[in-house]
């Protein structure tokens, strides 16, 4: 996809996510101890680094500061790279990651 999509694509989610949100404080129910939770994989780091200087990245990261969001990154030790991220997957995946060592 080329940027404008992915842009189209994450406003969509953030817009979803709004709605939810408004819908919410409607109830009387977005104190930050009970407001909605969400969880975005890879959503907005990956689309800050590939995208730099955006200033639609960076407004769609004020949006969601205003949904209270947090980002929390998770890393993986090497020594469970394998069987968390090869050999979880499909045949296909891991014969990718035997033809590919970087990925290992």
Not at 5 to 21: A, M
Not at 58 to 76: I, P
Request: proline fraction near 2%; charge should be negative; aromatic fraction near 8%.
């Amino acid at each position: 996809m080329e940027k404008e999509e992915h842009i189209l694509l994450l406003n969509r989610q953030v817009d979803y996510i709004e709605e939810q949100y408004n819908w919410i404080d409607s109830l009387g129910h977005t104190k930050p101890s009970n407001g909605i939770f969400y969880l975005l994989e890879r959503f907005h780091i990956n689309h800050r680094a590939a995208f730099l200087n955006s200033a639609e990245i960076e407004s769609m990261g004020e949006r969601l500061s205003r949904l209270n969001a947090h980002c929390v990154l998770l890393t993986l030790s090497n020594d469970t790279v394998e069987s968390r991220f090869i050999e979880s997957r499909s045949e296909a995946w891991k014969t990718i990651c035997i033809e590919k060592p970087t990925l290992r």
